[in-house]
């Protein structure tokens, strides 16, 4: 069904989902919802299965009317949402009517907010998932960045939608200083001793080269033993890669399959969410900590969602 008619589209405004998987060795992105966190909450929401197609919006300026009555949620960062003007609740499943327009107009906090609706976001799929990757023109809606005039069509929803929010103490709280915790390698030995030191003890900025690719950071530039350059190897999500320059680029969901510049460490999978929300002149900082305590946060990461499932119903 026709559901929204895109009035201004934002500076950055993409279907995702939770990525294509499978397809690195080909040398394809995996791209998908750089907050999971958020993403995964709004489907869970208005009932959707949680990698059913979303919207995510970039920083301010996104403008859509409703064509068609529609349950969603708005999770991620603070765009002070409106409906007709008027403020709506985020993180919370809500009613909105054909002719009413969904707005965005200003940054608060955070950098992405997802809009979910009931049946997902109707785009095909492309080598095995709907998540736009822009740079190929793959995914999403036609493989590019939603346009004024386009028409967004959603699915027919699994049943009726039951009220539903996310508990406060659930919703994140997106701050413009981050601690990041991180596992050195697979190149921490191509590094100085001291280049680590500074790795671990610097505090970085993210500069304006930032992206659903990367962000690139400022800050004391960290020292290699010799050479910055490797044979060219698989590319994880979070990898922390330092280039000749020394000053580091954390690799996120539209990163390149493979690179040929050494990684110092790898941010963990439960942080990547929070550092999706950061933008431009945000700080960050990285600690290190060990395979276990990583498996773990990822653990407790994902049974904080499944909990979620159930406590986000009203009854």
């Known amino acids: ?156 929803p699994a049943g009726s939608p039951r009220p539903a929010r996310v508990p406060p103490a659930h919703i994140p709280a997106y701050v413009n200083q981050l601690e990041l915790r991180v596992i050195l390698g697979p190149q921490d030995d191509y590094f100085t001793e001291e280049g680590i030191r500074t790795f671990l003890s610097s505090t970085y900025t993210v500069s304006a080269q930032a992206d659903r690719m990367g962000y690139r950071l400022d800050g004391p530039r960290i020292q290699h033993r010799a050479k910055a350059d490797i044979i060219s190897d698989g590319i994880p999500l979070g990898a922390v890669q330092v280039p000749g320059d020394g000053l580091p680029i954390i690799l996120l969901a539209d990163r390149q399959t493979t690179g040929g510049y050494t990684k110092i460490a790898t941010v963990i999978s439960p942080d990547i969410s929070r550092l999706a929300q950061a933008k431009p002149g945000d700080t960050a900082t990285f600690r290190r900590i060990g395979e276990d305590e990583a498996l773990k946060a990822l653990h407790n990461s994902e049974q904080g969602i499944r909990r979620l499932a159930s406590l986000c119903r009203i009854d």
């Open 1 to 156: 069904m026709e559901t929204f008619e895109v009035i201004q589209p934002g500076p950055m405004t993409t279907v995702q989902d939770l990525g294509r998987s499978g397809y690195q060795q080909y040398g394809v992105p995996a791209s998908g919802a750089m907050d999971g966190y958020a993403y995964r909450i709004g489907n869970l929401l208005v009932g959707n299965d949680e990698s059913a197609p979303s919207l995510e919006i970039t920083l301010f300026g996104c403008r859509l009317r409703l064509r068609h009555d529609a349950t969603v949620a708005i999770t991620g960062a603070d765009l002070t949402p409106t409906l007709n003007g008027n403020p709506v609740p985020m993180w919370e499943a809500i009613a909105v009517r054909k002719g009413n327009t969904l707005a965005f107009p200003r940054l608060k906090s955070g950098c992405r907010a997802y809009l979910a609706v009931a049946g997902g976001i109707n785009v095909p799929k492309v080598i095995g998932s709907t998540s736009t990757y822009a740079r190929a023109g793959i995914g999403g809606f036609q493989g590019r960045p939603l346009r004024a005039g386009d028409i967004i069509h959603t699915g027919q």
